[in-house]
């Protein structure tokens, strides 16, 4: 029986639906489970992947900010002002005093005045004042310059190469005695023609017309054709009152400095202070043909030429000295006392009622 019942016809019908017996079939409970499965993983996606892109915000910020802060100029934190030197300035064997310059003026008491022990200290201080007055001297600073090599002397009064530009700075200051004193102890140094010549000059300013006539005499011996000194010889002989002397060194400078008109209308005055009506007409005369349009050269030719009695002359030189300047400056100049010789006469009166008409006109367009 049981071999037949292995042995039946698979085709005969039978009541069992056989594609439900063979299917595999998941129970409802278990679809759920895998519903709720699938919904808390995608929760936990989305959870850990905007917590991710937080991450990223706030990480890039950060960068950006950090990347600004570096760029941003930070705020200058205020320090102690202190005198600048510019370092481009200064030769690399000189850059010490950049830091030096912090405590130079500490330390309080100097001692006891006058020479100081040669120490590192001392000489340290000294190179110091040294430097930042060559350096006041670059930076067109002569009060400062003269301070700084003052205080170089006062710790080594004998301390060479310093006394030459001390004189100079004291001349300009006109200091006349305390520039002499610096240039003489300059020439001990060192005997140079601009010494001498400035030595001279000092003694000038300070009156002392021997000791300046001594050293610009010498002076002159060590360059004879110097303007310079000529000019200074002029200018002491004046104050000295030998004009014969200071007329030989202004011709002397003149011939060869001939082009400067200061000196040339300085020395035409000074002929006329002297009366050699003369020989300033002459001068003046030979002047105008080099120069053409100064007109106090020939306001001063016509004054000359009034005191010599030459009055065609006179009118000649006021006419042309009347073309290069306004009216009222011409009639300021024609009512000197030196014309009063010929302020009557017709030719003197036409040119005032021109000069009057013309600053009337000139007055009416302004």
């Given at each position: 029986?049981?071999?037949k019942?292995?042995?039946r ?77 510019p370092r ?26 006058g ?39 006062e ?5 060479e190469?310093?006394h ?12 006349y ?5 610096y ?87 000074y ?16 002047l ?19 005191q ?11 006419q ?15 009512s ?15 040119l005032?009622d ?13």
């Open positions: 029986m049981k071999r019942d292995e042995l016809d698979i085709y005969q019908s039978d009541p069992h639906d056989f594609e439900k017996d063979f299917t595999p079939q998941v129970k409802q409970e278990i679809i759920e489970q895998r519903q709720r499965d699938l919904q808390r993983t995608r929760t936990a996606s989305l959870f850990f992947g905007g917590l991710a892109l937080l991450v990223s915000v706030a990480l890039t910020a950060i960068v950006i900010r950090d990347f600004l802060n570096e760029r941003t100029v930070s705020r200058k934190v205020p320090t102690r002002e202190v005198a600048f030197i481009h300035t200064l030769p690399s064997e000189a850059t010490w005093v950049m830091e030096y310059q912090q405590v130079a003026d500490q330390g309080g008491d100097e001692g006891v005045p020479e100081k022990p040669l120490s590192s200290k001392w000489v340290k201080k000294a190179a110091y004042h040294i430097i930042m007055g060559q350096q006041a001297l670059s930076m067109n600073e002569p009060d400062t310059a003269l301070e700084n090599f003052q205080k170089v002397v710790i080594y009064p004998e301390i190469g310093l030459r530009s001390m004189g100079m700075l004291c001349i300009q200051r006109e200091e005695a305390k520039a002499a004193e240039l003489e102890q300059a020439l001990k140094e060192e005997e140079s023609f601009d010494v001498v010549n400035n030595l001279g000059t000092a003694y000038i300013g300070a009156k002392e017309y021997e000791k300046a006539e001594k050293n610009l005499l010498h002076a002159l011996e060590l360059q004879p054709e110097s303007p310079i000194c000529h000019r200074n010889l002029a200018l002491l002989y004046r104050k000295m009152g030998t004009p014969d002397s200071a007329i030989f060194h202004y011709e002397k400078y003149i011939d060869l400095r001939p082009n400067d008109l200061d000196a040339l209308q300085d020395y035409a005055l002929l006329t202070k002297l009366a050699r009506w003369k020989e300033a007409a002459e001068f003046l005369t030979e105008t043909r080099e120069v053409t349009n100064v007109a106090p050269i020939y306001f001063l030719l016509a004054q000359v030429q009034v010599n009695g030459q009055q065609a002359k006179a009118m000649a030189a006021l042309r000295g009347i073309q290069l300047v306004d009216p009222d400056l011409a009639l300021a100049w024609m000197r006392d030196e014309f009063n010789v010929v302020r009557d006469s017709s030719d003197f009166k036409k005032v021109e000069l009057e008409i013309s600053a009337v006109s000139l007055d009416g367009i302004q």
